[in-house]
T-cell receptor, first 113, second 111 residues
Framework: KAGVTQTPRYLIKTRGQQVTLSCSPISGHRSVSWYQQTPGQGLQFLFEYFSETQRNKGNFPGRFSGRQFSNSRSEMNVSTLELGDSALYLC????????????FGPGTRLLVL | AQSVSQHNHHVILSEAASLELGCNYSYGGTVNLFWYVQYPGQHLQLLLKYFSGDPLVKGIKGFEAEFIKSKFSFNLRKPSVQWSDTAEYFCAAEGGFKTIFGAGTRLFVKA
């Protein structure tokens, strides 16, 4: 079956702009998690959605937000972009019982100039 | 605070050498533990995971990990590495629908 897909794959924005990233989970998966990956900080948890509800979130400012639709697709939004938001944004999906394996997408590489 | 620490950022080994990557976690409550791997140019993928039961878990490609509760550790091992094991390895702890990853260890295996 098809894996996790993320669009767009690459994005260039300027400071102050806002951006929306999209994630389509594996068919049947109802949980979507988002992560920010940078060379200095590694993988950092942004938030997790299940059945359109955010169940947990990481320590990111309110500029980072997300949502999940009834078909389990998810979007994350970053407003008022800063240079430090340049990163690879990864999405992972799972059935999301406790301890379920997460299946990762290829990521969206965001560059903020 | 929840955290996952990986002991080494970079490891270089020759083929057939034994591997052990250290991982310690700090996580209140019940935690599930994982090792993920990212091969060059590929997505992150699961290597192995621990929920409960036998503290020695076996994963794909000959990898295994041992959960030592008293030491809050979940170290990854492989008795004999191959060139194809060159990758970045991430330890992760999950609880309450939140997964914390370690900083990763880059393994380079010399042929």
């Amino acid at each position: 079956k098809a894996g996790v897909t993320q669009t767009p794959r690459y994005l260039i924005k300027t400071r102050g702009q806002q951006v929306t990233l999209s994630c389509s989970p594996i068919s049947g998966h109802r949980s979507v998690s988002w992560y920010q990956q940078t060379p200095g900080q590694g993988l950092q948890f942004l938030f997790e959605y299940f059945s359109e509800t955010q169940r947990n979130k990481g320590n990111f400012p309110g500029r980072f937000s997300g949502r999940q639709f009834s078909n389990s697709r998810s979007e994350m939004n970053v407003s008022t972009l800063e240079l430090g938001d340049s990163a690879l944004y990864l999405c992972a999906s799972s059935f999301r019982l406790a301890g379920e394996t997460q299946y990762f997408g290829p990521g969206t590489r965001l560059l903020v100039l | 605070a929840q955290s996952v620490s990986q002991h080494n950022h970079h490891v270089i080994l020759s083929e057939a050498a034994s591997l052990e990557l250290g991982c310690n976690y700090s996580y209140g409550g019940t935690v599930n533990l994982f090792w993920y791997v990212q091969y060059p140019g590929q997505h992150l993928q699961l290597l192995l995971k621990y929920f409960s039961g036998d503290p020695l878990v076996k994963g794909i490609k000959g990898f295994e990990a041992e959960f030592i509760k008293s030491k809050f550790s979940f170290n990854l091992r492989k008795p004999s590495v191959q060139w194809s094991d060159t990758a970045e390895y991430f330890c992760a702890a999950e609880g309450g629908f939140k997964t914390i990853f370690g900083a990763g260890t880059r393994l380079f295996v010399k042929a």
